[in-house]
């Protein structure tokens, strides 16, 4: 878990520098490993929801930003 998910948080810095779709896509999959892995992270989820609000701003994808919501949510429902 912390494996995926430190590298999740590595590419997610990456990408407030250089948003380029390498850096969004690795970090979504290390997310989704993470979460197999440890599904009950609150930490979790809440970075990966940043994460779909940030592809949602650079893409102009409201889809985005409403999954996004829905990670907010589960975060906040492991640990309210």
Partial sequence: FEGWFNQA?????????????SYLEQAEMSFEK??????????????????????GKIKRDLKKIERSLDKFAKASQLEP
Avoid: M, R, V
Avoid at 9 to 21: G, H, R
Avoid at 36 to 54: F, Q, V
């Fill in 34 to 55: 993470a979460a197999e892995i440890e599904g009950e992270s609150s930490h979790l989820w809440a970075k990966w929801g940043y994460l779909d609000t940030t592809i």
């Fill in 9 to 21: 948080l590595c590419l997610q810095c990456l990408i407030d520098f250089s948003p380029q779709d």
